[in-house]
């Protein structure tokens, strides 16, 4: 297998204060890179201090979009171990994403061991209050320096990690969806399904839009006819009528998230009825109408489960479950953390450690 050199820093950061920490705004002393050069394959995989990367202004990722990514956590145990969640999982879905993006495949096992070494490196980064994490951000961008619309022939894998605080501050409140009517996120046959870049700046507009509304997020709809529900924000999303907790199927425009899988998983084996289906907007205000529409929620590695408290649709406005968390929302949450926080036994060998 490929080495791994070690530089150290020599000049650590400040450490930001774990009550302060927000999402995404502090990094770590140290960051993964490795390069991909066309005839040569990756190499020089290597963990240095975490500082700018230099391009020229021609570099391919700049003009043409071409860059993934993933999102993952790292978990302190109340017992002092380092806890993944799945993390095989997110090393596999980068792979397909590289594939839509006409980006080369990399070795998966090895990125994984990169990764633990980097956590390892930066263990006294992860903060340990209750809802916060070590936000791990793998990545791969094209370098080339030419400007023909192409497929880069250089690229760089990297992983940088940011400690983060609880996503909501003041607990688990659910959010205003505002149901998008014309902006679309995904096609199919479009990128949807890949965790690329672009998805995120083509969605930028409607989440301000949607936020000049007094609503947090968007409700994304089908590319085609604007009418079945797809996903919230850069969540999955589930709604419960009736008892039976319903999710879009994945097709090729919807994102296929760990924890919308997990969460699968976990209302199986709790024998709560789920299905993955297409589902309409109509649909929904037609069971808040019938009194049949008990909970929703988005769900994601940032915000785990996030309760959806009230739907606007054009000159329609819903409330569901008198805006407060529903009961499998609640469940799934504290389970879902528990099981990643090492609180909770783990049943389907989700969790992986990181051991020095
Ligand atoms: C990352 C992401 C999700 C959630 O995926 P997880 O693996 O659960 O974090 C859902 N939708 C979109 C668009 C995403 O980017």
Redesign the pocket.
Known sequence: MVKITVVKTTAPRTRPDQNKLGFGRHFTDHMFIMDYTEGKGWHDARIVPYGPLEMEPACAVLHYGQAVFE??KAYKSQDGRILLFRPE??MA?LNRSNARLSIPQFDEEFVLEALKQLVLLDRDWIPEAPGTALYLRPFVIGTDNVLGVRASSTYKLMIILSPVGAYYEEGLNPVSIWVEPHYV?AVRGGTGYA?AAG??AGSLLAQKNAQAKGYSQVLWLDGLERKYVE?VG???VFFNIDGELITPDLGDS??P????DSVLQLLKSWNIPAAERRLSVEEIFQAHADGRLVEAFG????AVISPIGKLGWGERDIVINEGRIGEISQRLYDTMTGIQTGRLEDPFGWTVEVEG
């Open positions: 999102g993952m999982q997110n879905r996120r965790k998805n995120y996903e850069a969540m999955n919807v994102l998230g760990i924890t919308r769900c994601g590695t940032a």
